[in-house]
Structures are given as structure tokens and as C-alpha cells.
């Protein structure tokens, strides 16, 4: 497995961006996570392992619960991070394009 | 898919080069740069204040998917239509400095452009931290797409 091709993976979807902005400052259960957004639990559930598993997010256990935590440390070197913050003004700047073709001026 | 737009962001520097050719006349991409209207469309942002003059300021409001309010604003020191645009870049309520960001609109035939934007920071430090919350710089353009696929999400259960 690509662990870093997945990292740039993980956070190309918003949901799982908007997950990591979540929980940037915090840590939290995936019940609480999840009442953030109005999609299904599993489908949270699913983002969660992806996050975990490409190590973007930690799991710590405190007693019958588990909580998730960003693992900033993932993001240091600039290499990393350079990739997806692309990727975000791509997808920008393809929105730019698109409605300036379509729109009748 | 390969991405159009180019990168560049060297070690030991506080600044960052972002540059991208569009399959659009000059005067297009400049609009897109200069109508409110057409501002909020891509950045997926509400515009609050807007004046595209020398020592105008701009005031751009955005909603997380969670629901929370963000607010960007800046002041505009040069604004020369299909040629150039010098600002300041600001998120309000968060530790991140203010940023330079020079924005440079070039023809390249006819039909296509160039936005060549040079961002300067406070320092490297501050640059680096900025990259390293692609989720907090995505998560307005993403917010519309966010619930596009939640709504087809609901669907899916319904059906």
C-alpha cells in the first residue's frame, strides 16, 4: 500500500477534511464526530478507518470509549502537505474556468 | 488526472508561488476575479464588502459544514483590471499573520491566460503552518460539494 499517495487521498474528499478541521483542535468520540454531520453513521464510520488507517488520526482508549485525535506530526514534512493544498486550488481554479465557459457574458 | 496548476514553495523561504494557464480569454479570468457574483460562485464564499479600487477593502464570509462562520478580509492596494491585483489576505479569529498575495493576470493567446498569485508570509514558520490546513483553505469551495453529497447520501437511504 502507498501510504502517502493515500494521505493526499484522504484528504481530497471534503468530508474527511472537514473531520480533520473538526477535530484539529480537539479530540472527540465517534458518536460526537458523527452528530456534526448530517450523513449516516456508518458512512463517518468508514471516513474514520480511512483517517486512522493512513495514521492522519489516532485512537485513544479512555476506558469504555475511544476517542480520535489528529495526528499532526503525518503532515510535517512540506513535501507532504505541498500535494494536497495543489490539489485544493486545482479543483478552485477548474470551478473558475468551468463557470467562466459556461456563463454568457 | 494531471493537475494544471503549479506549485512552488522552496525550503528556507517565506513566500509561495501558485500558478495556473486557463482555457479563457484575459478579460474572462479577470472577471471571475472582479464580479462579486462570480467571486462567490467558485470560491464558494458570500461576499460582504467588495470594492476593487486602491485602499478598498473586501470582506468574504464562508460556512464550514458544521455551520460555523469564518470571515476573510483584506485591503486592496492595486487594482489594475486584466493586469494586476495587490492585496492582504486575513482570517480573522485565527493566530495565522496577515499575508501579502501579488496576483498577476497575463495573456497568453487570444483564448487562454495565465494567474501567476506570489503569497508572502510572515515567515517560513507561518507559511508552513498555512499548507500544512489544506482542509481549513478547501473547506469553502468544498462546502458546496459537501452537500451535494450528502443529499444524494440521504437519497441513497431512502431508496
Given at each position: 500500500?502507498?501510504?502517502?499517495?493515500?494521505?493526499f487521498?484522504?484528504?481530497?474528499?471534503?468530508?474527511?477534511?472537514a473531520?480533520?478541521?473538526?477535530?484539529?483542535?480537539?479530540?472527540?468520540?465517534a458518536?460526537?464526530?458523527?452528530?456534526?454531520?448530517?450523513?449516516?453513521?456508518?458512512?463517518?464510520?468508514?471516513?474514520?478507518?480511512?483517517?486512522?488507517?493512513?495514521?492522519?488520526?489516532?485512537?485513544?482508549?479512555?476506558?469504555r470509549?475511544?476517542?480520535?485525535?489528529?495526528?499532526?506530526?503525518?503532515?510535517?514534512?512540506?513535501a507532504?502537505?505541498?500535494?494536497?493544498?495543489?490539489?485544493?486550488?486545482?479543483?478552485?481554479?477548474?470551478?473558475?474556468?468551468?463557470?467562466m465557459?459556461?456563463?454568457?457574458? | 488526472?494531471?493537475?494544471?496548476?503549479?506549485?512552488?514553495?522552496?525550503?528556507?523561504?517565506?513566500?509561495?508561488w501558485?500558478?495556473?494557464?486557463?482555457?479563457?480569454?484575459?478579460?474572462?479570468?479577470?472577471?471571475?476575479?472582479?464580479?462579486?457574483?462570480?467571486?462567490?460562485?467558485?470560491?464558494?464564499?458570500?461576499?460582504?464588502t467588495?470594492?476593487?479600487?486602491?485602499?478598498?477593502?473586501?470582506?468574504?464570509?464562508?460556512?464550514?459544514?458544521?455551520?460555523?462562520?469564518?470571515?476573510?478580509?483584506?485591503?486592496?492596494?492595486?487594482f489594475?483590471?486584466?493586469?494586476?491585483?495587490?492585496?492582504?489576505?486575513?482570517?480573522?479569529?485565527?493566530?495565522?499573520?496577515?499575508?501579502?498575495?501579488?496576483?498577476?493576470?497575463?495573456?497568453?493567446?487570444?483564448?487562454?491566460?495565465?494567474?501567476?498569485?506570489?503569497?508572502v508570509?510572515?515567515?517560513?514558520?507561518?507559511?508552513?503552518?498555512?499548507l500544512?490546513?489544506p482542509?481549513?483553505?478547501?473547506?469553502?469551495?468544498?462546502?458546496?460539494?459537501?452537500?451535494?453529497?450528502?443529499n444524494?447520501?440521504?437519497?441513497?437511504?431512502?431508496?
Amino acid at each position: 500500500m502507498n501510504l502517502r499517495r493515500d494521505v493526499f487521498q484522504a484528504i481530497a474528499d471534503p468530508t474527511r477534511r472537514a473531520i480533520l478541521l473538526l477535530l484539529a483542535s480537539q479530540s472527540m468520540t465517534a458518536g460526537a464526530i458523527a452528530s456534526n454531520f448530517d450523513t449516516a453513521r456508518p458512512t463517518v464510520s468508514k471516513h474514520l478507518q480511512i483517517l486512522t488507517t493512513c495514521e492522519l488520526l489516532k485512537q485513544e482508549h479512555n476506558g469504555r470509549e475511544v476517542y480520535y485525535h489528529f495526528n499532526a506530526a503525518k503532515m510535517k514534512e512540506v513535501a507532504e502537505f505541498l500535494e494536497p493544498f495543489r490539489k485544493l486550488w486545482d479543483d478552485r481554479f477548474n470551478k473558475l474556468e468551468q463557470i467562466m465557459k459556461s456563463e454568457k457574458f | 488526472m494531471e493537475l494544471k496548476t503549479r506549485l512552488t514553495a522552496d525550503e528556507g523561504r517565506q513566500d509561495l508561488w501558485i500558478s495556473r494557464e486557463f482555457d479563457l480569454p484575459l478579460p474572462l479570468l479577470f472577471m471571475a476575479y472582479k464580479k462579486p457574483e462570480i467571486i462567490e460562485q467558485w470560491m464558494g464564499t458570500k461576499v460582504l464588502t467588495f470594492e476593487p479600487e486602491r485602499l478598498g477593502h473586501y470582506e468574504f464570509e464562508t460556512t464550514d459544514p458544521m455551520g460555523n462562520k469564518h470571515i476573510f478580509c483584506g485591503t486592496i492596494h492595486e487594482f489594475e483590471p486584466n493586469h494586476k491585483i495587490t492585496r492582504t489576505f486575513e482570517m480573522v479569529n485565527t493566530s495565522f499573520p496577515v499575508q501579502l498575495e501579488f496576483l498577476l493576470f497575463e495573456q497568453l493567446t487570444p483564448e487562454t491566460s495565465r494567474l501567476s498569485m506570489h503569497i508572502v508570509f510572515k515567515s517560513e514558520a507561518d507559511r508552513n503552518n498555512l499548507l500544512k490546513l489544506p482542509f481549513a483553505q478547501g473547506i469553502n469551495g468544498a462546502h458546496n460539494r459537501i452537500q451535494e453529497i450528502v443529499n444524494r447520501l440521504k437519497q441513497q437511504n431512502h431508496e
